[in-house]
């Protein structure tokens, strides 16, 4: 007699609207996820890309003590884990940017036993903000919302792809003006690192333009259609002048 395989069925918990979008979290027995507008978003118990990204992002700084991170996207908060847990280096701060108070609402009540209550780590602030939001501060030279000296890898995962944004004005990012605001919050030798679930061929020569070892990554995921991308770009590093 054949084995009986049962399904878990996705139960509600909670749905919440902000503007004219609609986050609805489910439970799948000890499991969540999120949907967005009626897309899935995120889950705790589907890993799709946090660790390769996260792996790319700081493998120019091994060795350094150092690192600090600008993360744009919380999720259900398995990347910051990532980055928190990172080896070879040593992680001082990492500032996470999240626009969606209900994103951060559920990471409190019901991610935090998934992600190892990364949030709590005393080298973790919030930013309930969207990246656009915090670079302008910055740019207007407001105090304290950054490391003085700038972020040594900023990491965005805050789209499906550039043309797939989640929120309008997103998409600004990738232009070369956005790139551009990018490198302002970026030490001189620091990363920038974006993610994105599409190959998007036009931001290599964007980031040529500005940045140095420019390099694009096809990560195998277990998802439609199989691979995600992962783009990153390195700022130029100050050199003492010679003499002369």
């Known amino acids: 007699m054949a084995a009986m395989?049962?399904?878990?069925?996705?139960?509600?918990?909670?749905?919440?609207v902000e503007g004219e979008r609609?986050?609805?979290?489910?439970r799948?027995?000890?499991?969540?996820?999120?949907?967005?507008?009626?897309?899935?978003l995120c889950a705790t118990d589907q890993p799709r890309n946090e660790q390769p990204l996260v792996e790319l992002a700081l493998a120019p700084l091994k060795g350094r003590d150092d690192v600090s991170v600008v993360l744009a996207g919380l999720g259900v908060?398995?990347?910051?884990?990532?980055?928190?847990?990172?080896?070879?280096?040593?992680v001082r701060r990492v500032d996470v940017v999240e626009v969606s108070p209900t994103m951060v609402d559920w990471e409190k009540r019901f991610?935090?036993?998934?992600?190892?209550?990364?949030?709590?780590?005393p080298r973790v602030r919030l930013h309930q903000t969207s990246l656009a939001a915090l670079i302008r501060q910055v740019r207007l030279?407001?105090?304290?919302?950054?490391?003085e000296e700038g972020a040594m890898a900023v990491i965005v995962d805050i789209d499906r792809s550039i043309d797939e944004p989640l929120f309008p004005g997103n998409q600004e990012h990738y232009t070369d003006d956005g790139l551009a605001d990018l490198e302002q919050i970026l030490r001189p030798g620091g990363v920038v690192c974006i993610w994105s679930q599409k190959k998007e061929a036009?931001?290599?020569?964007?980031?040529?333009?500005?940045?140095?070892?420019i390099a694009e990554v096809a990560v195998p995921v277990d998802a439609d259609p199989g691979l995600d991308?992962?783009?990153r770009g390195r700022r130029a590093a100050l050199h003492p002048a010679k003499g002369n």
């Open 77 to 90: 908060g398995r990347t910051l884990r990532q980055i928190l847990g990172a080896g070879g280096l040593i």
């Open 28 to 40: 799948r027995g000890e499991a969540y996820e999120v949907h967005l507008d009626g897309k899935l």
């Open 5 to 16: 395989t049962t399904e878990l069925i996705a139960e509600l918990v909670e749905r919440k």
């Open 229 to 231: 991308y992962v783009y």
């Open 141 to 147: 030279g407001a105090q304290g919302v950054l490391p």
């Open 202 to 213: 036009a931001l290599i020569p964007r980031l040529t333009a500005r940045f140095q070892n």
């Open 111 to 121: 991610f935090a036993a998934h992600n190892g209550d990364a949030m709590k780590d």
């Open 22 to 26: 609609v986050y609805e979290l489910f």
